[in-house]
């Protein structure tokens, strides 16, 4: 998928709210509150393309985590996941962080196979993480300044 991905910032929390509803179940879809919420976090930031995907992710104390990523169901399988996965671990370096950790749930194959493709292992499980019940996956990945 070609195109720049752009910064996110709290000014967009509706836009991004929305998309983010078209990615996931209404259970775990985040309102434009939570989007302003955690990108107004200290060590906070936001990739997106606009009606298509964003990932926002945090980095503090030499560690990051993806806190979500999301696709439009038009927009997958078109490497778009992936580029918000990769800006997302530079953004992670830039900010000093030497790990990005990240939840999945464990029946969720393609994001599985996103990670595990991008050198993420699992180094922990959540039981009954989310709201319908499904356990998560805890993922890490060494980062390296390169």
Not at 30 to 57: D, Q, S, Y
């Amino acid at each position: 998928m070609t195109g720049a991905l752009a910064a996110a910032t709290a000014a967009e929390a509706p836009a991004l709210a929305a998309l983010h509803a078209a990615a996931f179940p209404p259970a775990e879809a985040w309102g434009a509150g939570a989007m302003a919420l955690m990108l107004e976090m200290p060590g906070a930031f936001g990739l997106w393309r606009p009606g298509a995907g964003l990932v926002l992710a945090r980095a503090a104390g030499g560690e990051a985590e993806i806190l979500t990523l999301a696709v439009a169901p038009a927009a997958r399988r078109r490497g778009l996941g992936a580029a918000l996965l990769a800006g997302a671990l530079q953004g992670a370096v830039l900010r000093g962080a030497a790990a990005m950790f990240l939840e999945v749930a464990a029946g969720n194959a393609a994001a599985l196979a996103l990670y595990r493709a991008a050198g993420f292992a699992e180094v922990g499980r959540r039981h009954r993480y989310y709201a319908d019940g499904s356990d998560a996956l805890v993922l890490r990945r060494d980062l390296s300044p390169s």
